[in-house]
């Protein structure tokens, strides 16, 4: 019978373990850092503008007054980041095969707090923390939902999906295709995405157009914690693979959440806008955090006599196309609005598609809000400049009902 020894490691190899290792630790220091600089830049902001921690709760309390306009038969306040746990909490009670995977979503539960108590109450074997390996941890999710099961894969931000890309669209996205309908690949990838605050180029990307281009994939982006409930919880019962484009500066945020969108049976339908605020003579489009500005333009409007009818796209693919082009032919122009890059994005795809199908019923010519075509500047003043404000979401209004602009 052969016998196998281990042959005791040699200094080369000794040297080069402990180079992984500390390399691994300051990769995970760095991380650390970036979080602390971004709250320590959240809190400059806050201080340079006179804003205590009294009046900001002041400024939220005002802006969920105003939002509750816009919902029916609220019940109660949820923040996003509850309203997401929730949502994985119950698909995981409630199915068996689903389970969550990603850095730090259980000894830690997770980076934004979104997977707190998941850890405690389903186990290692369903909630997963993995090395710092987007491209690793990615694969197995596809190879597990191959087989039957539904992975939950959550990156940290979406910027670093780009070290996964090529298993999100080449093994996830085609494989349906490809199998002709033999495999289906029921998988959520779902993190934050877009700009937060302070954290530089590389981390402050939108990726809602890069994934949206890419058939055999559904691009979700939620705005409200009942948009992160509902649109969660169609994604993981969805049997083909969803990116869903959270973003980091909503966690925190408040919403009325109505009595139904609390029963554990709550779903909202992939593919379908909705109308936030009804209007007659101006369309606005947006998605993510960019609806909460839209609905702030749209209060400052209503002040000067133009009501702007606001579209929450929450499916950025499937696009809601019959919505937007209904209301458009009601209203007559068209605003959109989104942070990402302006060239090839969500807004030029609209635009396009009401030209295509209401351009006979325009008044004016389209408006396309979006973010600077440059890397996001690091400093605090140029990061505000290259991002949508409410003023030009105003200003664009204006324009497209030949109001006349300062």
């Known amino acids: 019978m052969k016998t196998w020894s281990i042959s005791p490691l040699s200094i080369k190899d000794l040297f080069i373990l402990c180079f992984f290792v500390a390399f691994c630790l300051l990769i995970r220091v760095v991380f650390i850092f970036e979080e602390a600089s971004m709250s320590a830049v959240i809190a400059r902001k ?4 006179g804003i205590s921690s009294l009046s900001l709760n002041h400024l939220l309390i005002r802006s969920r007054v105003s939002a509750s306009r816009c919902y029916s038969s609220a019940a109660k306040e949820i923040t996003v980041r509850d309203a997401l746990n929730s949502a994985l909490d119950e698909e995981m009670s409630a199915d068996p095969k689903v389970f969550l995977m990603g850095e ?9 707090k979104i997977s707190k108590g998941l850890l405690d109450k389903y186990g290692p074997d369903r909630v997963l923390d993995t090395p710092i390996t987007e491209a690793g941890f990615a694969g197995i999710g596809v190879g597990a939902a191959y087989y039957g099961l539904k992975p939950i894969v959550e990156f940290m931000t979406f910027n670093f999906s780009m070290q996964a890309i090529d298993h999100i669209i080449n093994s996830a996205a085609k494989s349906n295709y490809m199998s002709a309908g033999q495999i289906s690949v029921p998988i959520v990838f779902r993190g934050p995405n877009g700009a937060a605050a302070g954290v530089g180029a590389q981390h402050s990307q939108c990726y809602a157009a890069w994934y949206a281009a890419c058939p055999g994939l559904k691009v979700l982006s939620p705005y409200s914690s009942e948009d992160a409930r509902g649109l969660l919880k ?6 083909d693979p969803v990116v869903f484009l959270e973003n980091e500066l909503l966690y925190g945020e408040s919403f009325p959440v109505s009595a139904e969108a609390l029963d554990s049976s709550f779903c909202l339908p992939i593919g379908k806008a909705k109308i936030e605020c009804d209007g007659k003579d101006v369309t606005i489009t947006a ?3 960019m609806v909460g500005y839209a609905l702030k333009a749209a209060e400052i409007l209503a002040k000067e006599g133009i009501s702007a009818e606001i579209i929450n796209l929450r499916s950025i693919r499937p696009l809601d196309r019959s919505t937007i082009n209904a209301s458009v032919r009601k209203t ?3 605003v959109t609005v989104e942070e990402a890059f302006p060239q090839h994005g969500v807004g030029a795809e609209i635009c396009a598609t009401v030209v295509e199908e209401s351009f006979e019923y325009l008044d004016a010519p389209v ?3 979006a973010g600077a075509d440059v890397p996001m500047p690091y400093a605090a003043n140029l990061e505000r400049m290259a991002v949508p404000q409410v003023e030009d ?3 664009a209004a204006k324009r497209a009902c030949y109001r006349s602009v300062a």
Do not use: T
């Open 367 to 369: 408006e396309r809000i």
């Open 393 to 395: 979401i105003v200003r």
């Open 46 to 49: 806050m201080a340079s503008r």
């Open 332 to 334: 007559n122009r068209l």
């Open 104 to 112: 730090e979503v259980g000894e830690y539960q997770g980076a934004y």
């Open 287 to 289: 998605f993510s955090k």
């Open 234 to 239: 169609a994604a993981i019962r969805d049997p």
